[in-house]
């Protein structure tokens, strides 16, 4: 019998601890997610059986994976300097993602920020050491966010290329060697009484499209003036807690910046392939897991009193779900592999227009496959499709999300344009 | 206002409005078509309820025209469950309707018959159900449709299932242990199911399309009031208006062919009316498109209100969910290729598929 480990990878890409890391997630997830995942939906609000799940994955309780970007010096696993940083990331985000997408997503959010300073070359060592022990000694789950979106602008942020930043509203003021932060935020992943540290991206001057003016300013949660507002009730992602920051008057030392004038835009714009190749990786995720339920119903439930497999038409159509998904993980997988040659021979640097044309198209790509995909699936368990017993609805809840954020379909298209077309206007 | 509903399709002389006619078959989607763009879930009722009376108390009359009248005179509202052919197990051979399992037999006898079935999957509404409308089949294998009280002892609810949406239509198993039934509570022949799927596929259509037509308010408000790019209307963008023609294309499409189909279903009760098999077949074609088709518009939609469409608030995501869930109850199993089949069976005379 096929398994989901039969779907192809470039496995010369593959990490020499992917084996490793790939069976003690596994195994986490078999144990602490899959026999519960049918009532998470119903925990949105108080995570009353999500948050302990996390405590196991996260923390020094159980697998410890929050640290694992922090320097071994200062207690972590020192995957910011490896050469396997995103395949790592990306075998992650599958083995969770399978399980579920809004875990994935909660406890993999927690790097992002924090890549800007942790991963080589852009390591802020004074900063590495200032938040390293909140992550490496910690028995509970803790949890960071990065805070982009603001109610005027919506994606507009993520769009730095033709904005360069002249949206954003937040603002940073320096007063002696504090920095004065004030500003309202929506959606940031870990928000909503969740987040313990967020990378906040602010304009030292509004209006601005001056690189030197943006700022990204780390903000524990705990400093007075930061208010986080009850979580959004949504379609899915219920393990995925988002909802409205405000920032008044907000102090911290000066050298919470992440790295200063102009290089603080550099390494926001850095973030953006950590973000789409997570994306795949919880989208391939998903769907293998939508792999596993639908072999067993096609094998087990017939039509004209076959099993549903064995009809020529209903097996042209879940053979081609299992060309895409493995598609779809070939091509996650080969994005990441853009990621870990950032600045080495034959590679790209780690942002370009280049690199993100491309991320963005696989990005795009594989969420239209994911969103068909899922959609076919349950219209083949048919009256059990909406069922939540059956696995495959509630991916589709939670999946549909991942082809709206981060500037969602249009912005791929257009950063698509923009590079293979030479778009001047867009 | 499914009660109001409801009055519409019963015989006048069951204290309704007389809609019980294939000519008003019109009159009933746009009706839906109102109710669905309010919710969805109300307007599913109403369709079960318009499917269930029309298939047995339409100028085709038959036997069972005074037990469905009767069922529903009620001073509330009668809630129905429909239990369609669709998946079963290997480890059983059924009779089975154009290829979808029969899943329910119903044993006869000189009074009527029993009926016997075993953790039975409606299309919605089975823990709510006052009665269940039941395609099942006899020793012979011959379909039919059978009427069966919810509060019969042989009668036996499971679970409440949590599903994606129709939040209103709460769904459980039933199991039918030798559930007596009067013979005036049997619809007989293959041509009653027939009839239940070409009503539930304008019905039902009609609700999709009138949860899509509220989904467009809602993002013709957001396009009209967002902006990008740092301040130009959503909508004067040109990719931005390209996929809010799509989002107009899909329901537009959707409802002509909506349109089309009740037109069709009218003319079968003239005296030149095209026959029921041809209206059968083009029902499963029309409500498969119609379904993909107002799905999609909610899809496309979505991608422009990113996140806030995802938000409960903004009402958006319940179309989406409800549509879903009527699309995929409508499939029954194997996703379009049962409607595929009926089509090249009835357009290229297949003989063995």
């Not at chain 1, 004074?126 to 938040?131: D, I, K, N, S, T």
């Not at chain 1, 009256?383 to 609805?393: K, L, S, T």
């Not at chain 2, 899909?250 to 069709?264: K, N």
Request: charge should be negative; charged fraction near 20%; include cysteine.
């Amino acid at each position: 019998m096929k398994s989901i480990d039969d779907f192809s990878r470039p496995e010369e890409y593959i990490s020499p601890l992917d084996k490793h890391f790939r069976s003690a997630v596994r195994a986490w997830v078999d144990k602490e997610v899959m026999p519960h995942r049918r009532q998470y939906d119903e925990d949105w609000k108080e995570h009353t059986l999500i948050e302990p799940a996390f405590d196991t994955l996260m923390s020094n309780k159980g697998l410890g994976i929050q640290k694992a970007l922090f320097p071994a010096d200062l207690g972590g696993w020192g995957l910011g300097q490896s050469d396997y940083a995103f395949t790592i990331a990306c075998t992650l985000a599958e083995e969770v993602g399978r399980a579920d997408t809004a875990m994935a997503v909660a406890f993999m959010v927690t790097y992002w920020p924090l890549t800007t300073i942790l991963v080589e070359p852009h390591v802020n060592r004074r900063l590495a050491a200032e938040f390293a022990p909140m992550f490496c000694n910690s028995d509970k789950a803790v949890f960071a966010a990065l805070a982009m979106t603001e109610p005027q602008g919506g994606a507009d942020i993520e769009n730095m290329e033709l904005l360069g930043g002249k949206t954003i509203r937040t603002t940073a003021r320096l007063e002696g060697n504090e920095w004065i932060i004030n500003g309202h935020k929506l959606w940031p992943t870990n928000t909503a009484g969740v987040g313990q540290l967020f990378g906040v991206p602010c304009t030292t001057r509004l209006g601005s499209t001056d690189p030197n003016d943006f700022a990204l300013i780390f903000v524990p949660a705990n400093v007075k003036g930061v208010t986080q507002g009850g979580p959004y009730e949504k379609a899915g992602m219920a393990a995925d807690k988002n909802g409205d920051l405000w920032f008044e008057d907000v102090r911290v030392p000066a050298w919470y910046r992440a790295h200063g004038p102009g290089k603080d835009a550099q390494v926001f714009k850095e973030i953006i392939p950590w973000g789409l190749v997570g994306s795949m990786g919880f989208l391939v995720g998903a769907m293998m897991n939508l792999y596993e339920v639908l072999y067993e119903f096609a094998s087990t439930r017939t039509y004209g009193n076959r099993p549903l497999k064995e009809n020529d038409a209903i097996a042209g159509l879940i053979g081609r779900i299992a060309g895409d998904i493995e598609v779809c993980r070939i091509l996650a997988y080969e994005g990441a592999r853009i990621g870990d040659r950032r600045n080495r021979p034959y590679g790209h640097p780690l942002y370009s227009e280049e690199v993100l044309a491309k991320l963005r198209n696989l990005k795009d790509f594989v969420c239209d496959r994911a969103v068909e995909n899922f959609g076919r699936a349950m219209d083949v368990l048919g009256v059990y499709g909406p069922d939540r017993e059956y696995d495959i609805e509630k991916h589709w809840r939670d999946i549909k999300i991942i082809q709206l954020w981060m500037g969602g379909k249009q912005l791929c298209q257009m950063e698509a344009a923009r590079y293979f077309y030479n778009c001047k206007t867009l | 206002m499914a009660e109001s509903a409801l009055e519409l399709a019963l015989p006048e002389e069951n204290g309704g409005f007389g809609w019980n006619s294939s000519a008003r078959a019109p009159g009933l989607a746009a009706v839906l078509i109102e109710i669905g763009r309010a919710d969805a879930a109300t307007a599913y009722l109403s369709a079960l309820q318009f499917t269930t009376i029309l298939a047995s108390v339409t100028e085709n009359a038959a036997p069972v025209t005074p037990f469905i009248s009767r069922l529903y005179s009620a001073d509330r509202p009668v809630n129905p469950a429909l239990i369609l052919p669709g998946p079963s197990s290997l480890a059983e051979q059924t009779p089975l309707f154009f290829g979808r399992s029969i899943n329910v037999r119903l044993v006869r006898d000189d009074n009527g018959g029993v009926l016997v079935g075993k953790n039975i999957r409606p299309a919605g509404c089975g823990a709510i159900a006052d009665h269940f409308c039941v395609i099942c089949a006899d020793s012979a294998g011959k379909p039919l449709v059978a009427f069966v009280p919810a509060d019969a002892q042989s009668v036996q609810r499971g679970n409440i299932l949590k599903e994606t949406g129709l939040n209103a239509c709460t769904n459980a198993d039933v199991t039918f242990n030798h559930a007596r039934l009067p013979r005036e509570a049997i619809l007989e022949g293959s041509d009653a199911v027939e009839r239940i799927y070409l009503w539930l596929n304008l019905l039902l259509g009609a609700v999709s399309i009138g949860a899509a037509m509220n989904f467009f308010e809602i993002v013709y408000g957001w396009a009209n009031t967002r902006t990008i790019k740092g301040g130009s209307i959503m909508k004067e963008n040109p990719l931005c208006a390209s996929v809010l023609a799509d989002v107009a294309e899909e329901i537009a499409i959707a409802r002509f062919l909506t349109d089309d189909l009740a037109r069709l279903i009218a003319m079968m009760a003239g005296p030149h009316g095209t026959d029921l098999r041809t209206v059968y077949t083009m029902s499963q074609i029309v409500g498969y498109r119609v379904q993909q088709g107002t799905l999609r518009a909610v899809n496309r939609g979505l991608e422009l209100m990113g996140s806030a469409g995802y938000a409960r608030e903004w009402h958006a995501e319940k179309h989406w969910r409800d549509i879903k869930t009527i699309q995929s109850y409508l499939c029954g199993v194997g996703a379009e290729v049962p409607v595929k089949i009926d089509t090249a069976r009835f357009f290229f005379d297949c003989k063995e598929i």
